[in-house]
């Protein structure tokens, strides 16, 4: 019992990465991405959360923690859900996680401490709009209080005005939900779970989405901001890919435009949720099955 | 879509909207011409507004032409916003990852399947375009 509910949490992690493109694909964009980002965390601790329990129980049967503690480690181990050796691979497991998302977490800090310091520094007229004539730099948003909207000129040059209004939208959208805090958030997930990281990977696209459908409304046309992206994706498409998760990403957004507003699809969500529920309580299970473990192992020092 | 659609122009949207059309032009424009290029859905009167607001903010300059002025957008002072974008962009992936850009690389068969994909929407580059 206890080691179902030790397995289940990364059964679920695992299972929630499988379906997120899905989710990404399937659900209206907005959805999507809050499901993504909230769900990776929420999977991402849960995980944490059983390695961390595998773990403390092996910490717990070294006599000297033992005798620190007030309980027999003897006890512990007769009772131990696992054996030595997974209690070890456990703890290390752990150990990584932390120290992977520690990593991430403070070299995703120092990027957005430099995107805002450099919003600082630019012109704030224009609602935020910043051109420069570097063909290369595309178009992108760039978080700050307040964030500003960054485009190539030679990009502003090549669309025409309604198309220009829906890049103008799509950017706009980006800053006004804080798109960036989704994709931290989701990055954290996947630095400290390997298994989350193809959510990573489709919250990025799900955002992408998301600021479409909303250029979509602001110009009432998605045939335009279809043929804004199909334009700037030609423009500045001869470099590298920035992120190679996003990569090939905008054939599939074109897609997505020219066909009708995505519908909500509540059995699809409501699944994921469940799922993740799923986990979140054998996590609960098995952290009480293990505070119950080490009172009984008081009980016996006693 | 169904429901009411939201204005067209949230609050907020107009300034970059007709600075964007005065970078993407390149040459001064009188606010008569900036409504022509905005699709003339905009009152004279809103583009003038906009247009003398993005004056007193600096982003625009203005000099004498007719009875009008006309407007060309401000360079960037002293390219901090070009230099400091591009270190930025330089410098690793999770400076780009906090970045959202409107579009990524793309293969060959993406780039043929956009190309058709406009051409199919009347002409493959925009009429006046560079």
Same mark, same amino acid.
């Given at each position: 019992m206890t080691r179902v509910a030790?397995?289940?949490p990364l059964l679920v992690a695992a299972g929630f990465g499988l379906c997120a493109p899905v989710l990404a694909r399937r659900l209206p964009p907005r959805q999507a991405t809050w499901l993504l980002s909230a769900g990776a965390v929420l999977a991402a601790l849960c995980g944490l959360a059983v390695l961390g329990l595998v773990g403390s129980v092996l910490l717990g049967e070294q006599p000297s923690i033992a005798r620190e503690g007030h309980w027999s480690g003897a006890a512990l181990r007769a009772r131990a859900p696992v054996d030595a050796v997974i209690g070890a691979a456990g703890l290390a497991a752990a150990a990584a996680a932390l120290a992977a998302g520690l990593h991430v977490a403070l070299r995703r800090g120092r990027a957005l401490l430099a995107t805002h310091r450099l919003c600082r520094d630019l012109p !704030?007229? *224009?609602d935020g709009l910043v051109v420069v004539a570097d063909p290369a730099a595309g178009a992108y948003a760039l978080p700050g209080r307040p964030g500003?909207? /960054?485009v190539a000129q030679p990009l502003l040059a090549a669309l025409s005005a309604p198309e220009r209004r829906a890049l103008l939208a799509h950017e706009r959208a980006h800053l006004r939900h804080r798109h960036h805090w989704h994709l931290a958030a989701v990055a954290l997930a996947a630095a400290v779970n390997p298994l989350l990281l193809p959510a990573r990977r489709a919250a990025g696209h799900a955002a992408e989405r998301w600021a479409d459908e909303e250029a979509a409304l602001a110009t009432g046309d998605r045939r335009v901001v279809a043929t804004a992206l199909a334009r700037a994706a030609l423009l500045t498409g001869g470099r590298p890919p920035a992120l190679s998760a996003a !990569? =090939? !990403?905008?054939?599939?957004? /074109? *897609? *997505?435009?020219?066909?009708a507003p995505p519908r909500p699809r509540p059995g699809l969500a409501g699944a994921v949720v469940l799922l993740l529920? /799923?986990?979140?309580c054998a996590a609960a299970v098995a952290t009480e =099955?293990?505070?119950?473990?080490?009172d009984l192992a008081r009980a016996a020092a006693r | 879509m169904t429901g009411e659609r939201p204005a067209r122009r949230p609050a907020g949207g107009l300034e970059a909207e007709v600075l964007a059309a005065l970078w993407a032009i390149g040459r001064p424009l009188t606010p008569r011409e900036v409504q022509r290029e905005l699709g003339g859905e905009l009152a004279y009167t809103t583009v003038m507004t906009t247009l003398t607001r993005l004056h007193d903010k600096g982003a625009v300059d203005r000099q004498r032409s007719g009875r009008a002025y006309a407007y060309t957008p401000v360079l960037d002072q002293a390219g901090i916003a070009a230099s400091r974008m591009r270190e930025m962009l330089d410098d690793g992936q999770d400076r780009r990852a906090v970045l959202a850009h409107f579009v990524d690389s793309l293969s060959a068969q993406d780039e043929r399947l956009l190309s058709e994909l406009l051409r199919d929407a009347g002409g493959g580059e925009?009429?006046?375009s560079a």
């Amino acid at each position: 019992m206890t080691r179902v509910a030790l397995l289940l949490p990364l059964l679920v992690a695992a299972g929630f990465g499988l379906c997120a493109p899905v989710l990404a694909r399937r659900l209206p964009p907005r959805q999507a991405t809050w499901l993504l980002s909230a769900g990776a965390v929420l999977a991402a601790l849960c995980g944490l959360a059983v390695l961390g329990l595998v773990g403390s129980v092996l910490l717990g049967e070294q006599p000297s923690i033992a005798r620190e503690g007030h309980w027999s480690g003897a006890a512990l181990r007769a009772r131990a859900p696992v054996d030595a050796v997974i209690g070890a691979a456990g703890l290390a497991a752990a150990a990584a996680a932390l120290a992977a998302g520690l990593h991430v977490a403070l070299r995703r800090g120092r990027a957005l401490l430099a995107t805002h310091r450099l919003c600082r520094d630019l012109p !704030a007229a *224009a609602d935020g709009l910043v051109v420069v004539a570097d063909p290369a730099a595309g178009a992108y948003a760039l978080p700050g209080r307040p964030g500003r909207i /960054v485009v190539a000129q030679p990009l502003l040059a090549a669309l025409s005005a309604p198309e220009r209004r829906a890049l103008l939208a799509h950017e706009r959208a980006h800053l006004r939900h804080r798109h960036h805090w989704h994709l931290a958030a989701v990055a954290l997930a996947a630095a400290v779970n390997p298994l989350l990281l193809p959510a990573r990977r489709a919250a990025g696209h799900a955002a992408e989405r998301w600021a479409d459908e909303e250029a979509a409304l602001a110009t009432g046309d998605r045939r335009v901001v279809a043929t804004a992206l199909a334009r700037a994706a030609l423009l500045t498409g001869g470099r590298p890919p920035a992120l190679s998760a996003a !990569a =090939h !990403a905008v054939p599939l957004r /074109v *897609a *997505a435009l020219l066909a009708a507003p995505p519908r909500p699809r509540p059995g699809l969500a409501g699944a994921v949720v469940l799922l993740l529920l /799923v986990g979140a309580c054998a996590a609960a299970v098995a952290t009480e =099955h293990t505070e119950d473990l080490f009172d009984l192992a008081r009980a016996a020092a006693r | 879509m169904t429901g009411e659609r939201p204005a067209r122009r949230p609050a907020g949207g107009l300034e970059a909207e007709v600075l964007a059309a005065l970078w993407a032009i390149g040459r001064p424009l009188t606010p008569r011409e900036v409504q022509r290029e905005l699709g003339g859905e905009l009152a004279y009167t809103t583009v003038m507004t906009t247009l003398t607001r993005l004056h007193d903010k600096g982003a625009v300059d203005r000099q004498r032409s007719g009875r009008a002025y006309a407007y060309t957008p401000v360079l960037d002072q002293a390219g901090i916003a070009a230099s400091r974008m591009r270190e930025m962009l330089d410098d690793g992936q999770d400076r780009r990852a906090v970045l959202a850009h409107f579009v990524d690389s793309l293969s060959a068969q993406d780039e043929r399947l956009l190309s058709e994909l406009l051409r199919d929407a009347g002409g493959g580059e925009r009429e006046g375009s560079a």
